[in-house]
């Protein structure tokens, strides 16, 4: 089981924090939030990663290293700058990622899920689905929303859930793409209207830190479940 996460953004919202850190290494409770995905997925079993990098690639490298640290191995997919998409990005890693289903996250989201229950969700996704996402009640600032969901079966409407950044991929998704710049959101589209993903909603904790606020809610909030533990 492998697991990529995706590295390579801007963070436009976050500057000027991010103008010399990539996003990923924003720190949250202590830890950059792409070491919070390595240590729960290592601990779910999880022990080979590939990271996109695009924008201060090379901090994520430093900061990372091999894995070893974690009790993992990482691959890099360096993509330059400007970076790939979230489509491009992983159409270019897939020699790494090899041929079975994969976890996708994005670096830059927060999430305490059941992350042993999407391991074997992974290990178990149906032979003719090509995704499975994982779905939040829409928050604030995306109150429109992304997609519906019926029966565990992705819709396309109506959209009552956002797209959580978290999700199992399989590598046929991307069969017929080229290389360059591309989002995944059109793909997952099309699979979801040939009803080829499925889908759960998460309730729990969850925030994509997309903005310094977002940042110091998701802070705040957990110091207050510290202090109640």
């Given at each position: 089981?492998k ?173 017929g ?20 993903v ?32």
């Amino acid at each position: 089981m492998k697991a990529m996460i995706l590295a390579a953004g801007r963070g436009e919202r976050m500057r000027p924090l991010t103008d010399s850190l990539p996003k990923p290494l924003i720190a949250v409770a202590g830890r950059p939030l792409i070491e919070h995905h390595i240590v729960k997925l290592a601990a779910a079993g999880v022990h080979e990663f590939v990271v996109n990098l695009g924008w201060l690639g090379e901090h994520l490298r430093d900061a990372l290293g091999d894995g070893a640290r974690f009790g993992v191995q990482i691959a890099y997919s360096d993509e330059g700058w400007p970076a790939l998409e979230t489509g491009g990005g992983v159409f270019k890693a897939l020699p790494l990622l090899g041929s079975e289903p994969f976890l996708l996250l994005n670096g830059d989201v927060y999430a305490e899920c059941d992350w042993p229950a999407l391991v074997s969700r992974a290990r178990t996704l149906a032979i003719d689905d090509l995704a499975h996402l994982l779905l939040v009640p829409n928050p604030p600032h995306n109150a429109k929303g992304d997609f519906g969901l019926a029966q565990a079966r992705v819709r396309n409407q109506p959209a009552a859930y956002t797209f959580s950044g978290i999700s199992v991929q399989r590598p046929e998704l991307l069969q017929g793409c080229s290389p360059g710049a591309f989002p995944l959101g059109p793909l997952w589209r099309e699979a979801v209207a040939a009803d080829r993903v499925s889908g759960e909603i998460f309730q729990g904790l969850w925030s994509d830190v997309g903005t310094p606020e977002r940042l110091r809610l998701l802070e705040m909030r957990l110091q207050a479940d510290t202090q109640h533990t």
